[in-house]
């Protein structure tokens, strides 16, 4: 077996300096939920693919919420 690297979108590390996806754009922000693990899921995964993941709210709906939105992704 061989590793083959994936370079994405975003690159490897998130750059947090990045207001459109780590400020402006994000539900989470804009309720105030900074630093939660929904927060970093949603702008990482902007970050990388560069579109809206289509979810919002707590942990547990979020999977279900992006597989509804994305279903010819996921």
């Given at each position: 077996?061989?590793?083959?690297?994936?370079?994405?979108?975003?690159?490897?590390?998130?750059?947090?300096?990045?207001?459109?996806?780590?400020?402006?754009?994000?539900?989470y922000?804009?309720?105030?939920?900074?630093?939660?693990?929904?927060?970093?899921?949603?702008?990482?995964f902007?970050?990388?693919y560069?579109?809206?993941?289509?979810?919002?709210?707590?942990?547990?709906?979020?999977?279900?919420?992006?597989?509804?939105?994305?279903?010819?992704?996921?």
């Amino acid at each position: 077996m061989r590793y083959v690297g994936i370079t994405f979108r975003g690159g490897t590390n998130p750059n947090f300096n990045n207001l459109e996806v780590w400020g402006t754009k994000k539900p989470y922000v804009q309720a105030g939920l900074y630093g939660q693990c929904t927060w970093f899921a949603w702008g990482r995964f902007y970050e990388l693919y560069g579109y809206d993941p289509g979810f919002s709210g707590d942990g547990s709906s979020c999977v279900k919420k992006l597989v509804a939105a994305h279903p010819d992704k996921f």
